[in-house]
C-alpha cells in the first residue's frame, strides 16, 4: 500500500488472530518485513506465506521460548526495528474464586513476558526503533470477574511507561494502544448477541481489529517521531461516556449504524 516502512524487520506476537493478525498484516502492506509469532506453526506458517514474511514460534509463559525466538530473529534478521506486543491471555474468573494458578498464568504471559521480549528486542533494535504494546480500556474501567487480566495488563502498562523512559536515551519510543472491544466478524456477532452487553459505544458498535492495526501502524512509524509514552485510546469514544439512556444516539442525517447488534448493545469484551 505504502512504502512508510520500508527496510523495517517488526515482530507482531500473536499475529496469528483478530488484532495480532491484522496488525502484521498492516505492517507488511506498509512495507515492513512482519516476523509472525504464535505457539501453532500450522497457525503461523500461513500468515507468513501471505505476508512474504518471517515466522517464530514460542510460549510467551516459557522465557527460554522467548529467548529462543529473538535468538533466531537476530540469526535470520540481524535487527529488529519494531516490537509490537499483541499476543495476551484473557481470563473471566471472579476474584473470590481466583485459582492462584490463573493469576499467575496471566501474569506470566500478559505481563512478564512483556518485560522480556523488550529486554531481548531492545538490544537487536537501532537507534529509533519503536515498541508499540496493545492494553486493555479495562486496566481504567473494571468489569466483573476480569481481575487477574485487568491486573496483568495494568502491569504492562506500568512497564510500557517504565520503557518509554528507560530507552528515551536511544530515541526507542515505547507506546500503546488502549483497546476498546474488538472482534473479528464472527467475534462481533456473537459479542453482539450476549445479554451481558452495554449500551454506552458511542459510536454504536464494537471495533474492528484494523481499527486498531492502523493506531499501530501510525505509532510504529516515523510519523509517531515524537510520540512515546503515550497511550493513545481506541474505542469508538467508550471511555469518556457516561452510561446513558439512549446510547446510541441518533445520527444527524440518516439512521445509525449498528452493524454488531440488533439491540445496539455490545458485549464485555476484552
Ligand atoms: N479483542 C478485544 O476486544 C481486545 C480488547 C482490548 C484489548 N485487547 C488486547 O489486544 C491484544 C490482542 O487481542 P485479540 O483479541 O486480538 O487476541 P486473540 O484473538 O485472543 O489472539 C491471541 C493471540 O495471542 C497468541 N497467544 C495467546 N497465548 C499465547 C501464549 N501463551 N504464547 C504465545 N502466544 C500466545 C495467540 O496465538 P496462538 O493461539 O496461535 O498460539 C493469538 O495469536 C491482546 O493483548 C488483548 O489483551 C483485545
Redesign the pocket.
Do not use: F, W
Given at each position: 500500500m505504502t512504502e512508510l516502512l520500508a527496510g523495517r524487520i517488526a515482530l507482531v506476537?500473536?499475529?496469528?488472530?483478530?488484532?495480532?493478525?491484522?496488525t502484521a498484516r498492516e505492517l507488511a502492506a506498509h512495507g515492513a518485513l512482519v516476523v509472525v509469532?504464535?505457539?501453532?506453526p500450522a497457525?503461523?506458517e500461513p500468515v507468513a506465506a501471505e505476508l512474504d514474511g518471517d515466522v517464530v514460534?514460542?510460549?510467551?509463559?516459557?522465557l527460554d521460548?522467548i529467548d529462543a525466538m529473538f535468538e533466531q530473529i537476530g540469526r535470520r534478521h540481524g535487527r529488529l526495528d519494531i516490537l509490537v506486543?499483541?499476543?495476551?491471555?484473557?481470563s473471566r474468573t471472579h476474584l473470590l474464586e481466583l485459582e492462584l494458578e490463573e493469576w499467575t498464568r496471566a501474569m506470566a504471559?500478559?505481563a512478564t513476558?512483556v518485560l522480556r521480549t523488550i529486554q531481548q528486542a531492545v538490544p537487536l533494535m537501532p537507534d529509533g526503533g519503536a515498541i508499540v504494546?496493545?492494553?486493555?480500556?479495562?486496566v481504567p474501567q473494571p468489569a466483573i470477574g476480569r481481575g487477574a487480566?485487568a491486573a496483568s495488563?495494568a502491569a504492562m502498562d506500568a512497564l510500557t511507561r517504565q520503557a518509554a523512559l528507560d530507552l528515551a536515551g536511544r530515541g526507542i519510543r515505547v507506546n500503546a494502544v488502549?483497546?476498546?472491544?474488538?472482534?473479528?466478524p464472527v467475534?462481533q456477532r456473537e459479542?453482539g448477541r450476549r445479554s451481558t452487553s452495554t449500551p454506552t459505544i458511542p459510536l454504536g458498535r464494537?471495533?474492528r481489529?484494523e481499527e486498531?492495526a492502523s493506531v499501530v501502524r501510525f505509532l510504529a512509524s516515523d510519523d509517531a517521531s515524537y510520540l512515546t509514552n503515550s497511550f493513545v485510546t481506541v474505542d469508538g469514544g467508550r471511555m469518556h461516556a457516561a452510561a446513558v439512556d439512549g446510547f446510541p444516539g441518533p445520527r444527524v442525517g440518516g439512521s445509525h449504524a449498528n452493524s454488531s447488534s440488533p439491540t445496539g448493545r455490545a458485549g464485555s469484551?476484552?
Open positions: 506476537t500473536g499475529s496469528t488472530s483478530n488484532i495480532g493478525l491484522a509469532h504464535g505457539r501453532d497457525r503461523a514460534t514460542g510460549d510467551l509463559a516459557n521460548e506486543n499483541s499476543a495476551a491471555t484473557t504471559i500478559n513476558a504494546n496493545i492494553t486493555t480500556s479495562l487480566y495488563k488502549v483497546s476498546g472491544q474488538v472482534g473479528s467475534g459479542l464494537i471495533g481489529p486498531i469484551g476484552r
